[in-house]
């Protein structure tokens, strides 16, 4: 399967157009030497005075009240002023983004003033054009209009401009990767700025600086400077500097995997350029918006953010922003599979990027074209495209164009099948490897793991394949929103599916089971934080002590690769003294943090519960009965490998089906369970053939009669209980073969059964809020308090949230008859719905009870049953399995709260079924365990001709303890 790599934001070769906004700024009002061209007029250098003053607050009125000196100072003579004017209001122009009005405007103004001999005035014109020139990306013309810019303030001594145009220069020269150039410039602008006292231009330098370290991979050197910037625009008022310096903070923040920290600044960019006019900084922070969600895997979420920036980069005519938006459509194009979408957005800007000499992006843009023909199937394509891509990092001279061609060079190969070309190429790499951010060693040990696996070497298929999920739970867990991570992980599934399948080839099935494990939905997990109920119980000085390490490791890393981009290929030998320090100085923190995580526990019960552990295989052996089994299926791109986990050992078995394919064919199921009156059910006998009768062949379930079953993507959203054998009779289902329990993940088995129930005083609380909507939870609610001797059901305004709570710290078996609430936006607030109070409404007891109070709750049930609608659905299925989610459910919030037993529901549950399903389960409930009080229930109304079809009872699920020391469990008819 390929698998495209993605940039890392510090290295993107954005321009961000809000750096030359920022120098801009500080341009605006220049000492203005005498006059060669006639008497002043003081009418208009009264207007013109006033219009500078409007200029910095007002772009529009500034541009009416430079239009008004124009006019007087025609009317009066004063060319001088005429000019002036002119050329201020151009920079008006080009702030409201009108650049070819700009750009008229500013060439009549350079016209006048050099045939008027204005030459102290020709520099700010010179630097005007050139600015403007380079937001349209025409670079090589915007150097040349401000080296004359630079030349002109040299010959009349103007300090000031000989400072501005040094900045400016740096700029152009950092986005055409002249990076040492650019670095003397900006240092340059920022002394002479600070020796005249022009703190604008010298914030502005500082923003530029970082903007440099950035772009040569240096996070952690660019964050200080950019913080102050940010700090001190924001007290000279200067809106430009103040959103600049945000959206380069994102960048480092974005580089460094703070996604949190990232989207936080962008959000507060954007909106001081929204207030403030400023189109083409909105164009960059949009552009950088969606490559942090491309950077997760979220590319739909990425193509919308591209859309605002295009339409905004081509109303300004910014060719280098639009190459920029072009490249990063063509890999959100690429990842979601429509090939000539992203070949036409890949390679429709190269000519115009050649042309004006922005290497950086030219290189990008011939990798991902190299890349797509190759996926294409077009061999001879691809290979011209590296060739060219070559030429062009060799031009650069710099150790990251090198990484960035190895890794696409490899990654083209591995599309193309060449196993042991990929190792060689990969190999070529070493003298680089250094400067691999944490994304590029992940991919590339990914790719080693797939070569060897591909050519039979399954030893070093596993050790790369180790390293590689390693650095991918690393970078997960430091990103700070769980729709990224989900993302994240969900995009590098093939990297735990390469170890799996290398690991059974060597035999090592356990750790093929834990690593399958480990690669399972952790949505509920996602969204607790590390900080939730202490969640993992690891000290907080070890906590504290791994992040320090990983900060560590990232500024060790920017700055050899900094190293690196500053080094010459004629320097001696300074520079490799450098970088073979701070190699060493790497190797060893990376050594550090790896022995640290290894020393890490993380053993608490209830971290396991909602899958925040890494399993242990003998704990969940040792918790299974004789006659249980535990499944664990693993859909991968190509195949489904299930593993079951029994007191005596793992097997395993794998079949051909592929992800998608299982995703429709679960999808086909449901239609028809959840359908009351669906005769059809060839789908459930089909899924069983493929899911339990292969492994009932192989005498893997001899003697079995209890089945915990952890699923993976679409399979959480299949009722098992439904599955139907072929057979005479019409075949039987699962349920009445088998007691069927769900589980989160396998280590959450082992985490239940070691947890001490805690003493509830109280037997049974049964609630029915809403008894005028769902007619039938009335009956529902007085046949389960049947079961229960002296108890009454509350029914209607005594069933609130503060009722509910109440009973889930005292009663043993709590039963709720109500409506689920699924939120597919946000999981965390998926709920249940009670009574609200008239008055005094508050927001722990607002009428609904949401998984995120869920959490925070202790709960006492041995028992909790939400009779309700999907009360058991996670967030895939209402996104077609959309495979960015996973398995959150108010189940598993209630397991990790401390209930026993869960029981829930898939779909809407007719009435009167339910209440016949729930009478049934809680008479069978007085000697037998939960799990085999819900077959038992499910079984007795298969009997029945009314209540057979699935759609009556297989939307019924039970997760938790299950049945091992169902003696101690006993919830029974009577408290």
């Known amino acids: 399967m390929h698998r495209r790599r993605r940039r890392s934001a510090v290295r993107l070769a954005a321009v961000l157009v809000a750096a030359l906004a920022a120098c801009q700024s500080s341009n605006d009002a220049p000492p203005r030497p005498t006059s060669r061209a006639g008497p002043s007029s003081v009418r208009a250098v009264a ?7 409007v200029y910095r607050r007002d772009y529009d009125s500034a541009r009416v009240a430079y239009d008004s000196t124009i006019a007087v100072a025609r009317q009066d003579g004063d060319s001088a002023i005429v000019a002036r004017a002119l050329t201020s209001r151009g920079n008006a122009a080009w702030r409201l983004a009108r650049y070819d009005e700009a750009d008229s405007i500013g060439r009549t103004a350079l016209e006048m003033k050099l045939r008027l001999r204005l030459d102290g005035e020709l520099a700010k014109s010179y630097v005007a054009l050139g600015l403007l020139t380079q937001a349209r990306g025409q670079l090589e013309q915007a150097e040349k209009l401000l080296t ?3 030349a002109a303030a040299q010959a009349v001594h103007d300090s000031a401009y000989i400072a501005r145009s040094y900045g400016n220069l740096g700029l152009v020269h950092t986005d055409l990767g002249d990076f040492a150039r650019a670095r003397r410039e900006l240092e340059a602008a920022r002394a002479m700025a600070a020796a005249r006292g022009d703190s604008i231009l010298e914030v502005n330098s500082s923003i530029n600086l970082g903007k440099l370290e950035l772009e040569v991979g240096d996070p952690a050197a660019a964050e200080p400077s950019l913080r102050a910037a940010r700090i001190r625009s924001a007290e000279l008022r200067h809106a430009v500097g103040e959103e600049n310096a945000l959206g380069q903070l994102a960048r480092a923040y974005a580089s460094r995997g703070e996604h949190a920290l990232a989207i936080e600044h962008l959000d507060s960019a954007l909106a001081i350029a929204r207030s403030h006019g400023l189109r083409e900084p909105e164009a960059d922070d949009l552009e950088l918006m969606a490559e942090l969600y491309q950077s997760a895997g979220r590319y739909r979420e990425s193509l919308r953010y591209l859309e605002r920036a295009r339409g905004l980069s081509d109303s300004l005519d910014m060719l280098t922003k639009l190459a920029h938006v072009s490249l990063a459509e063509a890999r959100a194009y690429a990842a979601l599979g429509n090939l000539p979408a992203a070949s036409a957005r890949a390679t429709t800007m190269l000519a115009r990027l050649r042309r004006e000499g922005a290497r950086s992006d030219e290189l990008e843009a011939e990798l991902l074209a190299a890349e797509l023909a190759q996926r294409r199937g077009d061999s001879s394509a691809a290979r011209a495209w590296l060739d060219s891509a070559s030429r062009v990092a060799a031009s650069l001279g710099v150790g990251i164009a090198r990484v960035r061609l190895g890794i696409t060079r490899a990654r083209v190969l591995d599309a193309a099948g060449r196993a042991r070309e990929v190792v060689v190429a990969l190999d070529a790499m070493a003298a680089d490897s250094a400067l691999l951010t944490a994304a590029e060693q992940v991919e590339r040990d990914g790719l080693l793991a797939r070569s060897h696996l ?3 070497n399954a030893d070093s298929a596993v050790s790369a394949g180790r390293r590689a999920v390693a650095g991918v739970e690393r970078i997960r867990g430091r990103m700070s929103t769980s729709e990224l991570r989900a993302g994240y992980t969900a995009d590098r599934a093939t990297i735990y599916a390469d170890l799996v399948l290398a690991l059974l080839r060597k035999g090592a099935v356990e750790e093929a089971f834990r690593v399958a494990d480990a690669a399972r939905g952790r949505a509920l997990t996602e969204r607790l934080g590390a900080e939730a109920r202490s969640l993992p119980s690891t000290t907080q000085r070890d906590v504290a002590e791994l992040r320090d390490l990983l900060a560590r490791i990232e500024v060790l890393t920017a ?4 190293t690196d981009s500053a080094r010459t290929r004629e320097r001696g030998g300074t520079g490799s003294f450098v970088a073979s320090a701070l190699t060493r100085q790497l190797a060893a923190a990376r050594r550090e943090f790896e022995s640290l995580r290894v020393r890490v526990s993380q053993r608490e019960p209830g971290a396991a519960i909602i899958g925040a552990t890494t399993v242990d295989v003998r704990e969940v052996q040792r918790s299974l009965a004789p006659n249980e089994a535990l499944l664990e299926f693993f859909s991968i791109s190509d195949q489904l490998v299930t593993f079951v986990v029994r007191r005596d050992g793992v097997a395993w078995r794998s079949q051909p089906v592929g992800r998608d394919a299982l995703a429709e064919r679960v999808k086909s199921a449901r239609s028809i369970s959840a359908n009351p009156t669906a005769s059809e059910d060839a789908p459930l006998r089909a899924l069983h053939a493929l899911l339990i009768a292969p492994l009932e062949r192989a005498h893997l379930l001899d003697g079995v009669r209890d089945l915990d079953v952890v699923t993976h993507g679409a399979l959480a959203y299949l009722p098992f209980a439904a599955l139907r054998r072929d057979g005479a009779s019409g075949g039987r289902y699962l349920v009445e073969d088998y007691n069927i329990a769900t589980l989160g993940s396998a280590s959450a088995l082992a985490a239940l ?17 809403l008894p005028g909507e769902l007619q039938g939870s009335r009956e529902e609610a007085y046949v389960v308090a049947a079961s229960y001797g002296g108890t009454t059901p509350v029914i209607g305004a005594g069933a609130t949230e503060a009722a509910l709570r109440t009973a889930l710290g005292r009663a043993v078996v709590v039963h709720v ?9 946000s999981p965390m607030f998926s709920g249940i719905r009670l009574v609200a109070p008239r008055t005094g409404v508050r927001a722990e007891n607002d009428g609904r009870l949401e998984t995120h109070e869920v959490l925070a709750l202790d709960v006492r049930s041995r028992l909790v049953f939400l009779s309700g609608c999907e009360t058991a659905l996670g967030p895939a299925w209402s996104t077609s399995f959309e ?5 959150v459910t108010l189940a598993q919030a209630f397991l990790f709260a401390g209930a026993q037993n869960v029981v829930a529901t898939l779909w809407r549950i007719e009435d009167r079924s339910a209440a016949e399903l729930a009478g049934a389960f809680y008479r069978s409930l007085a000697t037998k365990s939960p799990v085999e009080a819900l077959a038992e229930a499910q079984r007795s109304l298969i009997r029945r001709d009314r209540y057979r079809r699935p759609y009556y009872w297989a ?6 303890r299950g049945c091992i020391q169902c003696a101690t469990m006993r919830v029974g008819v009577k408290p």
Request: hydrophobic share 45%; aromatic share 6%.
């Open 883 to 887: 495979r960015t989610e996973d398995y």
């Open 753 to 769: 059964r070691a947890r001490a129930p805690v003493a509830a005083p109280d037997g049974a609380s049964i609630l029915a809020p």
């Open 47 to 53: 207007l013109m005075a006033r219009a500078d003053s």
């Open 817 to 825: 008859a109500t409506h689920g609430v699924f939120d597919a936006r």
């Open 559 to 562: 700055r050899l690769r900094a």
């Open 955 to 960: 939307a019924y699920v039970v997760s938790g």
């Open 148 to 150: 004359s810019g630079l």
């Open 454 to 456: 591909s050519v039979g």
